[in-house]
């Protein structure tokens, strides 16, 4: 039977289960990566897990993130990574190396490899044909110790691309119409695959912008076809382990969707949501304030010639603020060495460091209600700093040409001749910056903001407490867990979980406490797509402290199911989606049975202010149910060994 590109990797990676759209599956995992921010609790629960070396093919720990260190606790905790890395045998890339994404493209992504990173744009390695996926940094530990990862064999969704994208469109408009066409929720357990003539017009790092932001889907991964095109890639950056991977012709999909890149506009994702997309000629006029060009989707050496080119000679109006951040220090050379920086700088372009930086709302916070053009991959609503900012999410050629007029502008109305621009046939390559492991062990050092993982109790058999938060549809991560100026107390749990919540309900989490304190169990109920983004297991761990027990919800994203039931809370489902509109936050819940219904998944919730029985399922696989069932994964493997 011919096969999808994506099934002949999930058959050659098959540890567990059957091979069938919908079935539970557990596949091997030959790389890994983390990220500072995710990356030390992952390494904690490594330890936990009492191994001495890792024992994956390739295992990188990337420190991108937490980069500004305003305190001592970002530095302590890259020191706890540099020496945890040296330790166990995982190659480091220090601060000032560039963002995980980008660098693991460049230096160790390829074709046919499964891949997991505690990070949801983990996909961005499907642009050479990597089958790789965003998880929790639970997750990735036990693949660092080689155990398989645990997915839902997906229904796989055709994007043929047709034709060439003319002058000053680029690859971000290609998959802001993908957004436009799937929106952010409805997509889990799903992969699209990318075929038709125009792949071969696209280069790997446009190609990694596209798979980057399916993320923004919730898809679980992304892939291109690894070609004539990914080859060149690989050999321009001297890498080993080429093969040709595609389709085989005739296969079946799921759903097909055909795009003619011939004539594709610039798009733009508006205020707050990745999905909310408009073509620019929309959006022309609208006056900005700010304009930044980096993050793990458009800050290639590709991205930044097509950005200079059209800045060369023009220096940006006094309105504007525009900063650039090269996503790799391979990156930063290369332009630096070609005269590319030179007219950044020389158009007033303030050059930021190669890292995640504004993306993650880490600094250049937008003025009140200041509309910045960004592009990066996310805008939800205070993700810049900023709850009044208003951020679009756009290509790197809308940036820059808005940048120079001050006001949204179509780049195709631009006059500059950017055909010239192209990849070099070698990239610069210095590996200086990553340190390789040797086989010594190393004194591990840890500074008072790193804690150990919290532990959880067994489930309980009747879970009984109140409504603690009812929330809408789309809460993403950044609203369970923010980040920006917290992010620095992402080891520290008792501390990062004072602001679960915060930017919904800052009362949160004194309520929550107060609760678990009283010995009762905690719910929250929410609306669909709950928990989209990022793929922080702080989402979960910091909740679990609180005292929540169970997340009620019209539906629930990938990462972050896994990653509650990682941490031992329920994730359920109404049976019934108008059932949402019976419970009011505060009322007084009850399940009991709760461990014979993990069996059949079949759940009874007593809103007993109410009055109400309500029936909920339980969408999660056996292993996640005996995980559930031990109060998490740490419990379950101390209790059962695996
Ligand atoms: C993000 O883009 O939201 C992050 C920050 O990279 C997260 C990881 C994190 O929360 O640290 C992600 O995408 O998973
Ligand atoms: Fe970093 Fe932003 Fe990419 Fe997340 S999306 S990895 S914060 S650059």
Redesign the pocket.
């Known amino acids: 039977m011919a096969k999808t590109m994506c099934y002949k990797i999930l058959e050659a990676h098959l540890l567990e289960g059957k091979l069938e759209k919908g079935e539970s599956i557990v596949v091997k995992i030959d790389q890994s990566l983390t ?1 500072d ?2 990356g030390t609790m992952a390494y904690l629960q490594f330890e936990a897990l009492g191994l001495d070396r890792v024992k994956n093919e390739l295992a990188v720990s990337y420190v991108d ?1 937490n980069t500004v260190q305003v305190g001592f606790e970002n530095f302590d905790d890259h020191e706890y990574l540099r020496t945890v890395a040296k330790d166990k045998g995982v190659i480091f890339s220090r601060a000032g190396n560039g963002i995980c994404h980008q660098v693991h493209l460049e230096r160790f992504a390829l074709p046919g490899k499964t891949l997991i990173g505690s ?3 983990t996909p961005t390695a499907g642009g050479v044909g990597s089958f790789s996926m ?1 998880a929790g940094g639970l997750d990735v530990a036990l693949a660092m110790a080689g155990v398989g990862f645990s997915i839902i064999a997906p229904r796989v969704v055709n994007i043929i691309l047709k034709g060439k994208l003319r002058p000053f469109v680029s690859a971000k408009d290609i998959i802001l119409k993908v957004l436009e066409r799937y929106g952010v929720k409805g997509n889990v357990n799903t992969v699209f695959e990318y075929t038709g003539d125009g792949v071969k017009t696209l280069t790997v790092p446009e190609r990694a912008t596209i798979t980057n932001m399916g993320a923004e889907c919730g898809v679980t991964t992304s892939l291109f076809p690894s070609d004539e095109v990914t080859k060149a890639f690989l050999d321009a950056q001297n890498r080993e382990g080429w093969i040709e991977l595609k389709a085989d012709e005739g296969a079946e999909y799921d759903d097909v969707f055909e795009i003619d890149l011939s004539v594709l506009e610039p798009m733009a994702a508006c205020p707050h949501s990745p999905g909310n997309v408009k073509s620019v000629s929309e959006l022309k006029g609208m006056k900005i304030n700010q304009v930044l060009i980096g993050s793990c989707t458009n800050s290639s050496y590709l991205d930044l010639k097509r950005a200079a080119e059209i800045l060369d000679g023009h220096v940006i109006p006094p309105t504007v603020s525009l900063g650039v951040a090269p996503g790799s220090r391979a990156v930063m050379r290369m332009i630096a060495a070609d005269g590319t920086l030179d007219k950044l700088v020389a158009a007033g372009a303030r050059i930021l460091e190669s890292a ?1 930086g504004f ?2 709302g880490n600094h250049q916070s937008p003025g009140t209600d200041g509309v910045s053009l960004r592009t990066n991959n ?1 805008n939800f609503e205070g993700r810049s700093g900023t709850k009044s900012g208003q951020v679009y999410l756009v290509s790197p050629e809308t940036a820059a040409y808005s940048a120079l007029k001050g006001y949204f502008a179509d780049p195709t109305e631009c006059d500059k001749d950017l055909s010239g621009i192209t990849n070099p046939d070698s990239f610069l390559i210095d590996d200086t910056m990553f340190i390789f492991p040797d086989d010594e062990k190393c004194e591990i050092k840890r500074g008072p903001n790193i804690g150990a993982p919290p532990t959880n109790e067994a489930l309980r058999n009747s879970l009984s407490g109140e409504a603690l938060l009812k929330v809408g549809d789309k809460i993403t ?2 609203h369970i867990m923010p ?1 920006g100026q917290y992010l620095k107390y992402k080891s520290n749990i008792p501390l990062y979980s004072t602001v679960v919540f915060n930017p919904v309900d800052p009362d949160f989490a004194k309520r929550a406490s107060e609760h678990r304190d009283n010995g009762e169990a905690g719910f929250i109920i929410a609306g669909a797509s709950y928990g989209q ?4 297991e702080h989402a979960a761990i910091c909740p679990m402290y609180l005292g929540i027990k169970a997340v009620v919800a019209v539906s629930i994203e990938r990462i972050h199911q896994a990653n509650l039931c990682n941490f031992g809370i329920l994730p359920l489902l109404f049976e019934n989606e108008e059932d949402y509109e019976k419970i009011s936050q505060g009322d007084e819940l009850r399940i009991d049975n709760v461990h014979s219904s993990l069996k059949d998944g079949k759940f009874i919730l007593m809103n007993l202010s109410k009055g109400w029985d309500i029936p909920l399922k339980l969408f999660a696989s056996d292993i996640q149910k005996e995980q559930l069932y031990y109060g998490g994964r740490l419990n379950q493997i101390k209790e059962c060994g695996r």
Request: hydrophobic content about 15%.
């Open positions: 990220q921010a995710t993130h990070d949801s744009h965003g995640c993306c993650i996310r991560t950044d980040a983004g990022s793929s922080r």
